[in-house]
């Protein structure tokens, strides 16, 4: 298993560009989320996704957009960039029922900067 | 979601067991409490999560109090690559998922 991938690995963008964030898992996981982690900060929740065509907002969710038409994807889109976007965006899914539900998995993060 | 309390940072020798406490006094009864590292930037890695008994698997050993308003972490024999953030949270299971809420977690270094 490949696990939970992220792309691309770094991305620069100028204020007012848009672009989206790939997200994918191949261990079956109904749950999927998006979280920002900002310089010396704890992640902040972005968007979150409990199977395919279901999504709810997070902590942070002004600014982005996500949705979910498969069981594997879950990409987030920046509709008009901005600096206070500049951050590491991470990516997790996790089982949602029986004995495997509480360990959520990691990507290895996207990091963005916007000039 | 309720708050959880860490020191910033601890320092341990290697080999020797590391303790990591949290305060988490505001807990509900449903709602479990999970411990995350983060190493250097990467992607958070899950180590454990109990509800009230004491858990242990093959990374680590979670002490929860009777009272549930505080837990340790325990990495038995800790080594140079345990250096890293950790984070307790907890969290309840709602609507078919957990949204974890870190804080900003306890930084461990772990030293010769």
């Known amino acids: 298993n490949a696990g939970v991938t992220q792309t691309p690995k770094f991305q620069v963008l100028k204020t007012g560009q848009s672009m989206t964030l790939q997200c994918a898992q191949d261990?079956?996981?109904?749950?999927m989320s998006w979280y920002r982690q900002d310089p010396g900060m704890g992640l902040r929740l972005i968007h979150y996704s409990v199977g395919a065509g279901i999504t709810d907002q997070g902590e942070v969710p002004n600014g982005y957009n996500v949705s979910r038409s498969t069981t594997e994807d879950f990409p987030l889109r920046l509709l008009s960039a901005a600096p206070s976007q500049t951050s590491v965006y991470f990516c997790a899914s996790s089982y949602s029922t029986g004995s495997k539900w509480g360990e959520q998995f990691f990507g290895p993060g996207t990091r963005l900067t916007v000039l | 979601d309720a708050k959880t309390t860490q020191p910033p940072s601890m320092d341990c020798a290697e080999g020797r067991a590391a303790n990591l406490p949290c305060n988490h006094s505001t807990i509900s009864g449903n709602e479990y409490v999970y411990w995350y590292r983060q190493i250097h930037s990467q992607g958070p890695q899950y180590i454990i999560h109990g509800l009230k008994n004491n858990e242990t698997n093959e990374m680590a050993s979670l002490i929860i109090t009777e009272d549930r308003k505080s837990s340790t972490l325990i990495l038995p024999h800790a080594t140079l690559r345990d250096t890293a953030v950790y984070y307790c949270i907890v969290s309840s299971l709602t609507g078919g998922g957990n949204k974890l809420t870190f804080g900003t977690g306890t930084q461990l270094k772990v030293e010769l």
């Open positions: 261990m079956n996981h109904e749950y």
